[in-house]
């Protein structure tokens, strides 16, 4: 080793069998319920809330990022 500390590669993106536009239509339209329950299902079913949530906000106009 050369004593300099290995990057961390950064997070990807993984959806399991949606495409990020019809799932954030999906979120959009009530499918994945809302709040918490919004939230805890769709990590449990393997989405990455943060991302399908920057699209859904994306496509309804809003500016933020959701941290």
């Keep these: ?3 300099q500390a290995t990057p961390t590669p950064a ?3 993984k959806l399991v069998g949606k495409n990020l536009d019809d799932l954030a239509r999906e979120v959009i339209n009530g499918a994945w319920s809302n709040g918490e329950e919004h939230h805890a299902h769709l990590n449990a079913t393997g989405y ?3 991302m399908v949530q ?3 906000n994306a496509k309804l ?3 933020f990022v959701v941290q």
């Design 1 to 3: 080793m050369n004593g």
């Design 11 to 13: 997070p990807t993106l």
């Design 48 to 50: 990455n809330y943060d």
């Design 54 to 56: 920057t699209r859904v």
């Design 61 to 63: 106009g809003y500016s």
